[in-house]
C-alpha cells in the first residue's frame, strides 16, 4: 500500500472516489467543500465548490467528459470539468439530501436522495426526475448500475436492496434481516455486490433477487465502500482498518492499513493504472493497493455462517440529521455538536 496525503487541506473528509476520464482519480472533499483531483504519481489539485457547505458526498464519471458528484447539504448534483468548471443543478425537493450517483445506461445520472426516499435522475442539461422508494423511510444510499441495464441501490435503514429500471419501476429485495444496513453495492461476478455491516458481510444479489452473504474473518469489520476490480474480484474497504478482497466464491482476504482503525479506509475504486484506489475519511489522504497473488493477513471459507447480531450497530452510519453548521454524512456525523475523532468513536462504542 501507498499513501498520499491531502496537502491543500486539514480534516477533508475525502467520501466518494472514482476514476475520471482524463485517467486521474477524481474524489469528494466533503469536510472542505471541495473536489479533489489525483494523478497516479500522487500530484493533487483540488477546486472549492461555489456553494458553502454544500458536503459533497459521492461521485462518478458522467457521458459528458465531467464528472457529476452529488452535495448533501446543498441539495443539490454538482457537475465539474476535467478544467475544474464547476456547475450545480438544485433538486426540487427541500432536504432530499443527495448522496449515492452512478450513470445509466440511458446516458442519464441517477442517484439516492437520504431523506427524501426518492431515487432521482438528472440528465446533462440539468432536468430532474424522482421516483419515491416503496418501502417508507427506507434511506435509499449507494447507486450502481447493473449489467441487466436496471439501477441498483441499497436501502439503509429499511435492509432492503432496490432494484429501478429506466421507466422508474422499482422492486425490492428484502436481506435476511432489518439489520443488515446495506451500504455500498456495485456490479460483479453473477450480479451485484454490497457491503453490509449489520452482519459484518459483504453479499451478492443475482438479477433475479437470489441474495448469498459472506462474512468477513475478524468482527466488526465494517465494510464500507466495494468495486470490482481489474483481477475481477470484489475489493471493499473496511472502517475497521483494512481493505478486503473477495473472490466470487466468497472467499475473503484482508489486509491492514498502516494504523487503519483511525484513518478509516471508506470509498474505493479501479484506478486507470489497474491498482485500487481508496479514501480514508480521517486520515486525510487517498491509499494506493498494489494487487499481489497470495498475499493477505486473514481469509474466510464462503459456506462460513453469517450471524447477524441484532444489537449491533454498524459504525458511524447512523440516519441522524445533522445540527445547524454541522457535517454530516451516513459515514460520518455531527453527535449533538461533538465532531472529534476521538468523540465520535466513544459515541459509537456506545
Not at 254 to 283: C, M, R, S, Y
Amino acid at each position: 500500500m501507498t499513501e498520499y496525503p491531502i496537502t491543500t487541506a486539514t480534516d477533508s473528509l475525502p467520501a466518494g472516489i472514482t476514476t475520471g476520464p482524463d485517467r486521474a482519480l477524481w474524489f469528494a472533499e466533503s469536510g472542505a467543500n471541495k473536489i479533489g483531483r489525483m494523478t497516479t504519481d500522487g500530484a493533487l489539485t483540488d477546486f472549492p465548490i461555489p456553494t458553502d457547505n454544500s458536503f459533497p458526498s459521492y461521485i462518478t464519471t458522467g457521458p459528458d467528459g465531467a464528472l457529476w458528484f452529488t452535495e448533501g447539504s446543498a441539495n443539490k448534483i454538482g457537475r465539474i470539468t476535467t478544467s475544474g468548471h464547476i456547475t450545480e443543478f438544485p433538486l426540487p425537493v427541500a432536504d432530499s439530501f443527495p448522496q449515492g450517483i452512478a450513470l445509466g445506461r440511458d446516458g442519464a445520472l441517477w442517484f439516492t436522495e437520504f431523506y427524501a426516499n426518492k431515487i432521482g435522475r438528472i440528465t446533462t442539461s440539468g432536468r430532474v426526475t424522482e421516483y419515491p422508494v416503496p418501502t417508507a423511510d427506507s434511506s435509499p444510499y449507494r447507486i450502481a448500475a447493473g449489467r441487466d441495464g436496471n439501477l441498483w441501490f441499497t436501502e439503509e435503514i429499511s435492509g432492503k436492496i432496490g432494484r429501478i429500471s429506466l421507466s422508474g419501476r422499482i422492486t425490492e429485495f428484502p436481506l435476511p434481516t432489518d439489520v443488515d444496513f446495506p451500504f455500498s453495492i456495485t456490479a460483479g461476478p453473477g450480479g451485484m455486490w454490497f457491503t453490509a455491516p449489520g452482519a459484518n458481510a459483504i453479499g451478492r444479489i443475482t438479477f433475479a433477487g437470489q441474495i448469498k452473504e459472506f462474512p468477513l474473518p475478524t468482527p466488526d469489520g465494517g465494510p464500507d465502500g466495494i468495486t470490482q476490480g481489474p483481477d475481477g474480484h470484489l475489493w471493499f474497504a473496511e472502517q475497521s482498518g483494512r481493505i478486503g478482497k473477495a473472490t466470487p466464491s466468497g472467499e475473503i482476504t484482508e489486509f491492514p492499513v498502516p494504523d487503519g482503525a483511525n484513518k478509516l479506509p471508506f470509498q474505493i475504486t479501479t484506478g486507470p493504472d489497474h491498482n485500487l484506489w481508496f479514501t480514508e475519511l480521517f486520515g486525510n489522504a487517498i491509499g494506493r493497493v498494489q494487487a499481489h497473488p497470495r498475499t493477505g493477513t486473514v481469509r474466510s471459507h464462503p459456506d462460513r455462517p453469517v450471524h447477524h447480531d441484532q444489537r449491533h450497530v454498524p459504525p458511524l452510519h447512523l440516519p441522524i440529521r445533522p445540527s445547524a453548521g454541522a457535517w454530516a454524512l451516513p459515514g460520518l456525523h455531527d453527535f449533538e455538536g461533538v465532531t472529534t475523532r476521538a468523540a465520535v468513536n466513544e459515541r459509537r462504542a456506545e
